[in-house]
């Protein structure tokens, strides 16, 4: 179905923007509709917001805006060109703090992927014979909130629940939060971030007392020694790799990684360690801290509690000891905590190989730890530093209500829910004192049949949990699956009953924040294709469909929740009430949260200063002020490999052009070229000997849970005993076993026992 502007009838289009609460249910399939039968686009918009700094009137001309990158969390800003309201082309933002005039691939091919031909661009339905029929947005709407309603009305509330995303703009996940906790009455709700930044989240929170990752990207550049603990940024995160290559100083770069990855090969030092023993290895680089006193004590006395217990549990991880147990010589880890003890300015950076970990979150407090002994915080160059991993981790962290309430506020506090109640304009009974069940969870409540109906926004589960057999399996059991996405074709889309079709990065607006804690400006500089509706609109039609149209009627727009945001944020360390709007954020060149009015008093003309850091007078989040450190036994590995699965399978980024399960890098000619179009497997060349099979032989990897087929990749990049496979790959998650961090309920993707043989 075709889509046009409403220019033919002013009167229509002023209805449309003019939606809100106080429109019918009956009054609103006329209102989506526009005189000739095609959907009209002014529901997507907000009076005035046809792009950031943009009236409808520049939009028709030629012009340029920046806006933030939506692939992953660096938040690289791009410079769009426009002409007649439409982006014809992008460059990298020479002027933006992040990039600094840079870009990966996927985001010099952010525009193509959204021309595909498997956009989602109207409504469907599954019907009784398994086809997908297209309905118009009213019966889809109708449909959706009967069978929510009709499955809550026979098994409870809470036998619905959703899953969302890290790719949405802040506003959209703020309001799909408050709809469906405070509206709906769907208490359970996860989002794909509990794959990716569970654990940094849960080891930010109970160290620091908040989620406060404290670095800036400036980092990077100021370092004399630069850690990198399961980070591949060379190839994960190019654009902060560029950053470390600006770095002035000769640096010492240490990477703790079993695998000779990119970034390894740059190194000064790789410690190649055996998997998941990197517990043991922090453990014991602190007790050589610690023993030849490089220490920062005025720091650990005034700063810290636990350092007596700190000091006792990892002597018991002597170099020698530990040296066995890791794979790695005693003396290379005397000489890793030698460089780090002896630098001025050392940085620490984490990613998905500690995160994605059964003992994720302990790992990553070995590194906080490290950092707050050694003083190496909140001045330049250092830091603990998780690099999130989509584009707006950040923002479901603090603003999505799945397991922190909204603005990163705790459930179980009652003047938390009373703050929260008042900045919503919310009845505070509607705020729930009890938190969501993680997204494993959720699946197993599926399995139990405690979950009967689910809502997929934006994330693709059925390619990426873990154990994917089995998490297909459930989601056929469900009696109801709603999928909103950009795109019909994903793998969990198949399993949909209704198909909601969604707008794209650069079709809508809204607020990313990034790794360093920056807010930065989505921009609609697209009209999307056929029907399809910002996840905002969807949001909004729901609500009203669902009678919540008068709790919502403030949530006109994504700055106007933008602004609901700002009020809940107040004497939060998250706190953004000093913002004056999209407009500040977007000539500053994004705004690091906090950014408060008391700063906003106190700046010249209420302009940030481009790079600030976090805990910079050595004052914590927790009511002393003081930094908790935090140690905990070493536990087995889960599923050691054995002599009918003897190696183990390490899963991660694949290369700089792929992106998560590849529903957008996929559709980019360009960026199919720039990796193998078949899965593949990296062996070691003594492996691939004693199985007789030569580069580029297909082999079977099987696993407790599922057998594929892959191309062998022979290279010394991996140890004898270990393989690797990018998760990009649709086969890839057959493989892994589903165990999980117990205090993060992060999924452990990087180690499986597997076989491997000629096929």
């Given at each position: 179905?075709?889509?046009?502007?409403?220019?033919?009838?002013?009167?229509?289009?002023?209805?449309?923007?003019?939606?809100?609460?106080?429109?019918?249910?009956?009054?609103?399939?006329?209102?989506?509709?526009?005189?000739?039968?095609?959907?009209?686009?002014?529901?997507?918009?907000?009076?005035?917001?046809?792009?950031?700094g943009m009236t409808h009137e520049s939009l028709a001309a030629d012009t340029t805006t920046t806006a933030v990158c939506g692939y992953c969390s660096t938040g690289c800003g791009l410079k769009l060109h426009v002409r007649d309201g439409q982006a014809v082309g992008l460059t990298p933002e020479t002027d933006y703090p992040v990039n600094l005039g840079m870009a990966c691939p996927k985001g010099w091919e952010a525009l193509r992927v959204l021309e595909s031909d498997d956009r989602a661009t109207v409504p469907k339905r599954r019907s009784s014979d398994g086809d997908l029929v297209e309905l118009s947005w009213n019966d889809a709407l109708e449909l959706f909130c009967s069978k929510f309603k009709s499955i809550q009305a026979?098994?409870?509330?809470?036998?619905?629940?959703?899953?969302?995303?890290?790719?949405?703009?802040?506003?959209e996940m703020a309001f799909l939060g408050a709809l469906t906790r405070f509206g709906m009455n769907i208490r359970h709700g996860d989002g794909n971030t509990r794959q990716c930044m569970?654990?940094?989240?849960?080891?930010?929170?109970?160290?620091?007392?908040?989620?406060?990752?404290?670095?800036?990207?400036?980092?990077?550049?100021?370092?004399?020694?630069?850690?990198?603990?399961?980070?591949?940024?060379?190839?994960?995160?190019?654009?902060?790799?560029e950053?470390?290559?600006?770095?002035?100083?000769?640096?010492?770069?240490?990477?703790?990684?079993?695998?000779?990855?990119?970034?390894?090969m740059a190194a000064t030092d790789h410690v190649p360690l055996n998997p998941k023993s990197d517990l043991s290895l922090l453990y014991a680089i602190t007790n050589e801290l610690i023993t030849n006193d490089w220490l920062d004590r005025s720091f650990i006395r005034e700063h810290t509690h636990g350092f007596e217990q700190l000091r006792s549990h990892v002597a018991r991880f002597d170099a020698e000891s530990v040296a066995r147990s890791s794979g790695v010589s005693a003396d290379q880890i005397r000489r890793v905590a030698a460089k780090i003890g002896s630098g001025k300015a050392v940085s620490l950076w984490w990613t998905m190989g500690v995160n994605q970990s059964y003992e994720g979150t302990r790992t990553a407090q070995a590194i906080i730890n490290i950092a707050l002994i050694t003083g190496n915080i909140g001045r330049p160059g250092t830091g603990a530093n998780s690099i999130t991993g989509q584009c707006n981790a950040m923002g479901s962290r603090l603003w999505s209500s799945t397991t922190n309430l909204f603005g990163h506020?705790?459930?179980?506090?009652?003047?938390?829910?009373?703050?929260?109640?008042?900045?919503?304009?919310?009845?505070?009974?509607?705020i729930p004192s009890e938190p969501s069940w993680s997204y494993d969870r959720i699946l197993e409540g599926i399995r139990n049949g405690e979950i009967r109906g689910l809502w997929v926004v934006a994330t693709n589960p059925a390619h990426s949990w873990i154990d994917q057999d089995d998490a297909r399996e459930l989601l056929n059991r469900l009696d109801f699956l709603v999928v909103q996405d950009m795109y019909e074709s994903t793998e969990t889309a198949r399993h949909a009953d209704l198909i909601l079709p969604a707008a794209g990065w650069g079709e809508k607006e809204g607020t990313f924040i990034n790794s360093e804690r920056r807010y930065g400006m989505l921009k609609k500089v697209r009209q999307s294709p056929g029907q399809a509706l910002a996840d905002f609109q969807i949001f909004r039609a729901v609500a009203h469909y669902w009678g919540l149209g008068e709790r919502f009627a403030e949530w006109t727009d994504p700055e106007s929740v933008f602004r609901i945001m700002q009020r809940a944020s107040v004497g939060s360390p998250c706190d953004i009430s000093g913002i004056e709007g999209y407009e500040h954020i977007d000539r500053c060149g994004g705004i690091q949260w906090p950014w408060t009015a008391a700063d906003a008093a106190t700046s010249n003309d209420n302009i940030p200063p481009i790079q600030r850091r976090l805990f910079a007078d050595g004052t914590f989040c927790y009511a002393d002020g003081r930094a908790k450190l935090i140690v905990d036994e070493i536990t087995p590995l889960p599923e050691v490999p054995d002599d009918t699965y003897p190696v183990m399978l390490l899963t991660?980024?694949?290369?700089?052009?792929?992106?998560?399960?590849?529903?957008?890098?996929?559709?980019?000619?360009?960026?199919?070229?720039?990796?193998?179009?078949?899965?593949?497997?990296?062996?070691?060349?003594?492996?691939?000997?004693s199985m007789g099979v030569f580069n580029g032989d297909l082999v079977r990897i099987t696993s407790r849970r599922g057998s594929i087929v892959a191309a062998a990749m022979v290279t010394p990049t991996v140890r004898p005993g270990q393989a690797f496979m990018p998760m990009h790959y649709e086969t890839t998650n057959r493989l892994t076993l589903s165990h999980f961090d117990p205090h993060s309920r992060q999924p452990s993707y990087k180690n499986s026992a597997v076989r491997i043989e000629k096929a």
């Open positions: 179905m075709t889509i046009e502007a409403e220019s033919k009838s002013t009167e229509t289009a002023r209805s449309l923007t003019q939606f809100n609460s106080s429109t019918s249910r009956r009054q609103l399939p006329m209102l989506l509709q526009a005189r000739d039968g095609t959907m009209t686009r002014e529901l997507l918009l907000h009076p005035g917001q046809h792009g950031l026979k098994h409870g509330n809470d036998s619905v629940a959703f899953l969302s995303t890290g790719q949405m703009p802040s506003e569970a654990t940094a989240v849960t080891a930010y929170k109970e160290s620091f007392g908040f989620d406060a990752p404290p670095f800036t990207y400036d980092d990077f550049e100021q370092s004399d020694c630069l850690v990198f603990i399961g980070a591949n940024p060379c190839i994960g995160h190019p654009i902060l790799w950053r470390v290559l600006r770095n002035k100083n000769n640096p010492e770069i240490i990477v703790i990684d079993p695998r000779r990855t990119e970034t390894a506020h705790r459930f179980d506090l009652a003047e938390d829910r009373k703050k929260v109640a008042e900045a919503l304009h919310f009845p505070v009974e509607s991660g980024r694949g290369t700089v052009s792929q992106w998560h399960t590849q529903t957008r890098t996929s559709k980019s000619p360009v960026l199919r070229k720039l990796y193998p179009k078949d899965p593949y497997i990296e062996i070691h060349s003594s492996d691939a000997q």
